[in-house]
């Protein structure tokens, strides 16, 4: 596609609900990430894939937390029994990888999901 | 680890003010910086960037240098708008294992007419 696409655009769910947000990088590029900006805040780095492989999960804030990428695109991230300290925006990101071991491309980001846990 | 410290904000200024929001860096190996715009409920652009040492990124006006003697890359610009009210977030890639953008906090920029 033209860019990346998130999908819903705004989520409003009650506690302890689970949620799927949707990502749609940008067709050919193979690194996805997924970042979380909450309320007066910067960005969170949460995930990143690399293909279908996800080799940074350090940013992941608890176990409620999983997402996964399938064919090398679509990416979903799933928070399980949402908690009120959950509502933020969630970003997702794309970049190509134009060498292992290095790349310093830049990353397009999609418009956001904004999730409110009420 | 790598990190970013932006400049606090907010920041508000008459229109044709100069800016400079500050940006300083720490990171291993030879990161590239970025400056992202992200406008009133709009996602994230990428504003400009730059790859190595004494690169000047420009774009619409606003021009960063890589300072690698003392860790920076602060925005300027020498007018600024009221459609440059946005924030802007300073960042990072060391292109090494981890392999993500490292991002400042933010700066609020508002532009009064």
């Known amino acids: 596609g033209a860019g990346v696409s998130q999908s819903p655009s705004n989520k409003v769910t009650e506690k302890g609900k689970d949620v799927e947000l949707r990502c749609d990088p940008i067709s050919g590029h193979t690194a996805l990430y997924w970042y979380r900006q909450s309320l007066g805040q910067g960005l969170e780095f949460l995930i990143y894939?690399?293909?279908?492989?996800?080799?940074?999960k350090s940013g992941l804030p608890s176990d409620r937390f999983s997402a996964e990428r399938t064919g090398g695109s679509v990416s979903t991230l799933t928070i399980q029994r949402t908690q009120q300290e959950d509502s933020a925006v969630y970003l997702c990101?794309?970049?190509?990888?134009?060498?292992?071991?290095?790349?310093?491309?830049?990353?397009?980001f999609g418009q956001g999901t904004r999730l409110t846990v009420v | 680890g790598n990190s970013v410290t932006q400049m606090e904000g907010p920041v508000t200024l008459s229109e044709e003010a100069f800016l400079t929001i500050n940006c300083t860096y720490t990171?291993?190996?030879?990161?590239?910086l970025f400056w992202y715009v992200q406008y009133p409920g709009e996602g994230l652009q990428l504003l400009l960037k730059a790859t190595k040492a004494d690169d000047k990124g420009s774009n619409k006006g606003f021009e960063a240098t890589y300072r690698k003697e003392t860790t920076s890359f602060h925005l300027e610009k020498g007018s600024v708008q009221v459609s440059d009210s946005a924030v802007y977030f300073c960042?990072?890639?060391?292109?090494?294992?981890?392999?993500?953008?490292?991002f400042g906090s933010g700066t609020q920029l508002t532009v009064l007419p």
């Open positions: 990101a794309s970049s190509l990888v134009l060498r292992q071991g290095g790349w310093n491309t830049e990353a397009f």
């Open positions: 990171a291993t190996g030879y990161p590239s």
């Open positions: 894939f690399q293909g279908n492989s996800a080799p940074d």
């Open positions: 960042a990072l890639s060391d292109g090494g294992s981890a392999r993500q953008l490292t």
